[in-house]
């Protein structure tokens, strides 16, 4: 079957607010330069964006339930394309940090609601494959995204990047507001305690958990990938590039095949082998760590493992919070999800650079050891519940 329009859609407008979110590190030296500010303070546009992202989705969750995902998308769509297209008025970094503090805002709507219908729109059989279609938009703007965006820049300057997103936000506009089926809200306004009430659910609380652990397992290695490769086998930045299109490229088929096993073998059974794939690919690299310098066709298909899982993730565990918060919670679950992740990156930030500063064959040590202890929390969450549920 092939995917409708209105959920292609949904994947484009997630590929662009997630090509948004890290379009600025491409475009970063030429940005510093012409506003006069350093290089730290210009980076400081991606930390803001994300802060404001994990901040305001949970609350966004709090007014959405009341209004229909029709009508939600297309206005936070319109102010995200504006916020981006903006940027050729501005000529300092606050008016810069200002729009970027509104991009964020309008993506804190467009993430969970598009997972959100996505999942409750799709039939039992390929609610899997429906997510992994919207997550395809987030690994395409990793892997098509933020290189374009980066071309922009270097063709047009660096407010090329931005003018970028915003012509890709008005697509995706025109696509959502002309296919996305007519819905009804979710129910009525929800309360902090409603959004809180999910939590409550000890199985849920645990899958956040598992979701902050397995983000901050891959941002950990991710965000320190060009010095581990450096180091495991002397990859220049030519190499780098190719590598990192293979690792694109497994990510894609990751995030495709996720779906499909969620849908055959159940979300608990596809995260557990996700999780476990990264774990072995991670422990392999530190392995090799002592044998360096490491053939760069080995490193190749360790990074194909390894970005493949990593995509792999996320469906599973959008599936399994669904399965437990419900339905009519699947916004405000996502919502909280959305938030986790963010929190789980930065995390993941600060683990990779405790690694690098002991050494950086450290690295995929500490990418695997939270990976794992998501693995582990998540099967005896499943047990535990079983154990629960048990006839007695």
Known sequence: MRS????????LAVFTVQTDDFVVLGVLPGL????GVSEAAAGQLVTVYSLTYALSAPAWALVLPRVSVRRALPPALAVFTAANLAVLAVDTHPQLLALRVLAALSAAVVVPAALATAATRAPSERRGRHLATVMTGLTGAVLVG??????????????????????????????????????????????????????ANGTVAVLLAVTVLAVAGNLAFQTYLAPVLSGLAGVTPGPLALLLVCAGAGGLLGTQGSGRLVDRLGPTRALASALAVF?????????????????????????????????????????????RAGE???????????????????????????????????????????????????????RARGRATAPR
């Open 4 to 11: 409708p329009i209105w959920l292609l859609a949904l994947a």
């Open 32 to 35: 510093a330069a012409d506003l």
């Open 146 to 199: 933020v290189p374009a965006g980066t071309w922009a820049g270097a063709v047009s300057g660096w407010e090329g990047a931005f003018v970028l997103c915003g012509a890709l936000g008005a697509l995706a506009l025109v696509l959502v507001a002309a296919t996305l089926p007519a819905t009804e809200p979710t129910g009525a306004r929800a309360t902090p305690a409603d959004l809180l009430r999910p939590l």
């Open 279 to 323: 774990c072995v690919t991670m422990s392999a690299l530190g392995l090799l760590w002592p044998s360096r310098p490491v053939p760069v066709a080995v490193v190749a298909v360790l990074l194909v493992c390894w970005s493949a899982a990593a995509w792999a993730v996320p469906p599973c565990l959008q599936a399994l919070m669904l399965d």
């Open 328 to 382: 009519r919670a699947a916004t405000q679950a996502m919502a909280v999800q959305s938030a986790s992740v963010h929190v789980g990156a930065a995390c993941g930030g600060v683990l990779g650079g405790v690694a690098v500063a002991a050494g950086t064959g450290l690295v995929p040590v500490a990418a695997t050891a939270p990976a794992a202890l998501a693995l582990l929390l998540a099967l005896t969450a499943v």
